[in-house]
T-cell receptor
Framework: DAGVIQSPRHEVTEMGQEVTLRCKPISGHNSLFWYRQTMMRGLELLIYFNNNVPIDDSGMPEDRFSAKMPNASFSTLKIQPSEPRDSAVYFC???????????????FGPGTRLTVL | GIQVEQSPPDLILQEGANSTLRCNFSDSVNNLQWFHQNPWGQLINLFYIPSGTKQNGRLSATTVATERYSLLYISSSQTTDSGVYFCAVGLTSGTYKYIFGTGTRLKVLA
């Protein structure tokens, strides 16, 4: 398996522009997580999906952020409009969660480094 | 909410030395993972260890869930071990969130 795939790897944009980050989870995994990493706040969970349904979006910083998972093999994180304080590395991770309450190892993608000027 | 604390925050070692990294958590968890973030920023799974002890080469980990801590042992350290080590805990109730610790930054000198 190719692992979790994210695109683009780097994104530089100007304040006010729309930014879309993409993620393809590992085939067979039923849960997907979006994280943001900054020096100040470390690794923060933004949102996670289980079976393509958003389960917990309490980490999404504000309405400018939205995430979708239209099918089991694709998810997007969109920022509109972007601001300089959104500059960070955004990671996508996938895992398996079972109905009995167990879960498997979480695997991370390479991340997208976003710079908003 | 649950607190996840890692110690030490920074560590400098000479190549060949051994080290122990600690992760303390303030509430019950049913899952714990250790990750290594290399200097290129990639997060690499080391251990999935909700309890007990595991070993993988020069690395081993022990989690004592009842006492709310986990330890990561690195033996005969190499320069390629440099980076940041994170523990992440999964909560027991109502959510499949992982909460990450603040990390231990390790630098191994040749």
């Amino acid at each position: 398996d190719a692992g979790v795939i994210q695109s683009p790897r780097h994104e530089v944009t100007e304040m006010g522009q729309e930014v879309t980050l993409r993620c393809k989870p590992i085939s067979g995994h039923n849960s997907l997580f979006w994280y943001r990493q900054t020096m100040m706040r470390g690794l923060e969970l933004l949102i996670y999906f289980n079976n393509n349904v958003p389960i917990d979006d309490s980490g999404m910083p504000e309405d400018r952020f939205s995430a979708k998972m239209p099918n089991a093999s694709f998810s997007t994180l969109k920022i509109q409009p972007s601001e300089p304080r959104d500059s960070a590395v955004y990671f996508c991770a996938s895992s398996s969660i079972w109905l009995a309450g167990g879960r498997d190892t979480q695997y991370f993608g390479p991340g997208t480094r976003l710079t908003v000027l | 909410g649950i607190q996840v604390e890692q110690s030490p925050p920074d560590l400098i070692l000479q190549e060949g030395a051994n080290s122990t990294l600690r992760c303390n958590f303030s509430d019950s968890v049913n899952n714990l993972q250790w990750f290594h973030q290399n200097p290129w920023g990639q997060l690499i799974n080391l251990f999935y260890i909700p309890s007990g002890t595991k070993q993988n080469g020069r690395l081993s980990a022990t989690t004592v869930a009842t006492e709310r801590y986990s330890l990561l042992y690195i033996s005969s350290s190499q320069t390629t071990d440099s980076g940041v080590y994170f523990c992440a805990v999964g909560l027991t109730s109502g959510t499949y969130k992982y909460i990450f610790g603040t990390g231990t930054r390790l630098k191994v000198l040749a």
